[in-house]
């Protein structure tokens, strides 16, 4: 089998008037087919279910996307069942042959990939640059997985030995539970499901709610490229009545998990006691989130670093894990950043995601209600700097809001929030601007502008997170480019669009031949 090296997916330029066309007439099309009812996939088959969940417009919650039946405890046996079964197949199908199902499903996503933008500008509220990027990411991942899994067919090469053949030979692990989030409702879904099958394992998906119209299109491209029955199957359901069924279940080898740090620490917790009959240690692989920041010193380009603090903190409304939610700058340039942070985000226009406003709404209701929440708490114990309002009357709106004066002791500094709130932080001295970074339980992304060789080497060296940007922001990692994942309670510093990420989902066998 012969791929053509690896490249990342270019992006589409939406100043030039054919893509514009394009994007609106998309956007045209799948408005056609809103409120359209979707069924669960399970072994190869369509199951409708009694009891379907609504999947609505973040934007105008008013506005139903569609309709997704759910599954329940009988619905997941089905699936646990089907997926053992093809597991005994799919096992021996060879890396190359895996890996060709997810050229072919990249090919089909590039033809479609401004249908699969416009779903997600309406299912989850991204404005047209941020939908096609996560598209794009969804084929890097389909790409570069499928090349790293022809690499991984190969074995590994042993030292010689007289008189033995020595081989070293990766096996798939078995069902696996894939649980992806809802603010990257492509790329990452199709990450996380294609990592775990390319490597001959068989899974169960259960996407999330908000973004579950987006998945059902996901499995609508496995079903064109006639992936065999049972090795993906789709579970849309309430976590509270199939999520530990699913993760406790016996017969389950791993559970992938992109998401909260309460759900993946209950999924943990949950994985490793061990059932009567089960054979096996499962395995975890988790990303859960961060309180990312970027530290500024009195060296740095402060036009460069107001740009990446406002395009970290307020980029698709600040609902990225890797979300730069804290700005901690030295006090010597900290008055005059702030003025250049605050034009910055004074010249965001907020408004509906299908007219491509840079800023649109926050997920859903409960988010609202969670960042609201947040802003007030913010108001009790910090100077509120900008925004501050919100709108529910049509949309989930927010207005991206700023803290001034803030400790390293303000709620706002230590939790994350996952939404448009930015908290700067005056620092004396730049090892205590990396100390008050590291100040929180997690570590994913972080970031530092300074002209400083020395600095940017001790941050290097001392802040505590598994994506460090310098001069830049901290948002945006690339497949293959920059490896993304954190530590601490950022999850199991599994590097999604590494070299070394398909390893979570095998298991190394040597095989030693005398002759």
Known sequence: MNLTPYQNEPYLDYTAPDNKEKMRQALEKVRNQLGQTYPLWIDGKELRSDKVEQSVNPARHKEVIGYVSQADASAVEKAIQAASSAFETWRHTSFEERALYLVKAAAIMRRRKQELCAWQILESGKNWAEADADVAEAIDFLEFYARQAVRLGKGQKLHPYPGEDNRLEYLPLGVGIVIPPWNFPLAILAGMTTSAIVTGNTVLLKPAPQSSVMAAKFIEILQEIHLPQGVVNFVPGPPEEIGDLMVGHRDTRFISFTGSKATGLHIDELAHRKLDGQRWLKRVIAEMGGKD???????????????????????????????????????????????????????????????????????????????????????????????????????????????????????????????????????????????????????????????????????????????????????????????????????????????????????????????
């Open 293 to 515: 920041g970027i530290v500024v010193d009195e060296t740095a380009d402060l036009d460069a670093a107001a740009e990446g603090i406002v395009k970290s903190a307020f980029g698709f409304q600040g609902q990225k894990c890797s979300a730069g939610s804290r700005a901690i700058i030295h006090e010597k340039i900290y008055d005059e950043l702030v003025k250049k942070v605050l034009e910055e985000t004074k010249a965001l226009k907020m408004g509906a995601p299908a007219d491509n406003y840079p800023v649109g709404p926050v997920i859903d209701r409960k988010a609202f209600d969670k960042v609201t929440g947040y802003i007030e708490i913010g108001n009790q114990e910090n100077t509120l700097l900008l925004g501050g309002h919100a709108d529910d009357s049509e949309g989930y709106y927010i207005q991206p809001t700023i803290f001034g004066d803030c400790t390293r002791e303000s709620q706002i500094m230590k939790e994350e929030i996952f939404g448009p709130v930015l908290s700067l932080c005056k620092v004396s001295s730049f090892e205590e601007g990396i100390d008050v970074y590291n100040d929180t339980e997690y570590g994913l992304t972080g970031g530092v502008f300074s002209r400083d060789r020395s600095r940017l080497e001790y941050a290097r060296k001392h802040m505590m997170c598994g994506n460090l940007y310098l001069n830049r922001k901290c948002t945006g990692a690339l497949v293959g480019v920059q490896p993304f994942g954190g530590f601490n309670m950022s999850g199991t510093d599994s590097k999604a669009g590494g070299e070394d990420y398909l390893l979570n989902f095998v298991q190394a066998k040597v095989v030693t031949e005398a002759f």
